[in-house]
T-cell receptor, first 115, second 110 residues
Framework: GAGVSQSPSNKVTEKGKDVELRCDPISGHTALYWYRQSLGQGLEFLIYFQGNSAPDKSGLPSDRFSAERTGGSVSTLTIQRTQQEDSAVYLC?????????????FGPGTRLTVL | GQNIDQPTEMTATEGAIVQINCTYQTSGFNGLFWYQQHAGEAPTFLSYNVLDGLEEKGRFSSFLSRSKGYSYLLLKELQMKDSASYLCAVREGNDYKLSFGAGTTVTVRA
């Protein structure tokens, strides 16, 4: 049924705190992606999961960022010791397969504000 | 990575036609996507082109020229609800992730 869901929808935190963002992909989708969208910027790829393969972490901006996907379904993006430049909308997407024209379905995003 | 360029803003009148251009530079092009994103909402898929030519889907059409590194999204019979940001995204080689342009904000006026 439902589309990609993300929680929380909004998160305000203080600089230096850790945050966890959650993504529930569409059931049956094997590929899961995290993107970041800063004001006036295009979507920036962060990390990708495909089935049981090792994730592609090439887009993570620093070692303060990490993500995991448990049981091939739910994913959590963790940002440690948040900085003000981490403020952005974090979007999760999933697709049936990672190749070809398979469209990525996006969640509503989590708006993170670091004070 | 890719260099993806699209205009920042466009304004058009209800009922009119608007064409949003997207140019890209990539070493191994393998598909171009257009997404629509209303303010505060998730991007939603509009079209996919991997071969040259025009793909028509209702009021929306997308064109691709691989030799020119160029695509456009054509919105016909504009409606107020078409006011949104339109994102051009490119897939390269066997890569699965998409590289997005900064988006074009289209404002439809009555």
């Amino acid at each position: 049924g439902a589309g990609v869901s993300q929680s929380p929808s909004n998160k305000v935190t203080e600089k230096g705190k850790d945050v966890e963002l959650r993504c529930d992909p569409i059931s049956g989708h094997t590929a899961l992606y995290w993107y970041r969208q800063s004001l006036g910027q295009g979507l920036e790829f962060l990390i990708y999961f495909q089935g049981n393969s090792a994730p592609d972490k090439s887009g993570l901006p620093s070692d303060r960022f990490s993500a995991e996907r448990t049981g091939g379904s739910v994913s959590t993006l963790t940002i440690q010791r948040t900085q003000q430049e981490d403020s952005a909308v974090y979007l999760c997407a999933s697709s049936f397969q990672a190749s070809g024209g398979n469209e990525q379905f996006f969640g509503p995003g989590t708006r993170l504000t670091v004070l | 990575g890719q260099n993806i360029d699209q205009p920042t803003e466009m304004t058009a009148t209800e009922g009119a036609i608007v064409q949003i251009n997207c140019t890209y530079q990539t070493s191994g092009f393998n598909g171009l996507f257009w997404y629509q994103q209303h303010a505060g909402e998730a991007p939603t898929f509009l079209s996919y082109n991997v071969l040259d030519g025009l793909e028509e889907k209702g009021r929306f059409s997308s064109f691709l020229s691989r030799s020119k590194g160029y695509s456009y999204l054509l919105l016909k019979e504009l409606q107020m609800k078409d006011s949104a940001s339109y994102l051009c995204a490119v897939r390269e080689g066997n890569d699965y992730k998409l590289s997005f342009g900064a988006g074009t904000t289209v404002t439809v006026r009555a």
